[in-house]
């Protein structure tokens, strides 16, 4: 499907193409598989870190790591797949005026999922600079890679609230494009594909920086894996190709 086909199917098929080419880009994207987010039968999956809780010393400390991962990204999988199971009951039972009560919790906990997994991959323990076709995009779009770091560091810090910043590929403008993102699923724009999330929920960072969470965005800088967000532009360029 070429950008014009893509954009004017759009209207109607735009979600679900985005679903299913996440599934399919998340197939070969990371050698662990992280982002294989769900089973054959459609239950959430949570995939295991791809390092050790210690890899990301001394910028995310490994108990903070570990609570993280395991209670929070992995307390989101265990509720979206009761809210799945409870929205079949729902119908079962024919108990449908309760049924906006799951969808929410289920858009909760399925976006806290996702972010969480994308997060993890966007980690790494060294420093890199974006480059090839991620660093055109940038370019086009923010002015520079300095232009950027300032525009995605002042989103995440200035969250009301917990949530993320979030760097995203927006195919119906094929630009980047920046979200400030509350909770894990407020303020989205339909169809965007996030490439870098910047969590700045306080679970991230108290342990190690208090109440400091500037210090804590800015310290992320020395541990994003622009490797791993330009695979990921990469793939959602291959929505609009
Ligand atoms: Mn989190």
């Known amino acids: 499907m070429n950008r014009k086909d893509f954009l004017k199917s759009g209207a109607l098929l735009g979600a679900a193409a985005i679903v299913s080419s996440n599934n399919a880009f998340a197939q070969n994207l990371t050698n662990n598989n992280i982002d294989k987010l769900a089973d054959a039968n459609g239950n959430f999956i949570q995939q295991p870190l791809p390092y050790n809780e210690t890899f990301l010393e001394p910028y995310m400390d490994a108990e903070t790591l570990h609570l993280h991962y395991t209670f929070h990204h992995g307390g989101a999988v265990k509720g979206a797949n ?12 024919n108990n449908i005026e309760i049924v906006d009560f799951w969808t929410k919790k289920l858009s909760y906990h399925s976006s806290s999922h996702i972010l969480h997994s994308i997060f993890w991959t966007n980690l790494t323990n060294k420093q890199t600079q974006p480059k090839g076709e991620l660093l055109k995009f940038i370019e086009k779009d923010f002015g520079s890679y300095d232009r950027l770091k300032v525009l995605i560091a002042e989103t995440s810090k200035n969250v009301d609230g917990n949530g993320w910043g979030i760097l995203a590929y927006q195919p119906y403008r ?9 909770n894990h699923e407020k303020l989205i724009q339909w169809g965007a594909v996030p490439i870098l999330v910047i969590d700045v929920w306080e679970h991230a960072y108290y342990l190690k920086y208090k109440n ?11 541990i994003i894996n622009w490797d791993n967000v330009a695979q990921r532009l990469n793939e959602a360029l291959k929505l609009v190709k």
């Open 82 to 93: 009761k809210d799945l199971s409870m929205i079949k009951k729902v119908l079962d039972d």
């Open 212 to 222: 400091k969470r500037t210090d804590f965005v800015d310290a992320l800088f020395n």
């Open 174 to 182: 094929n630009s980047l494009t920046i979200l400030q993102c509350e």
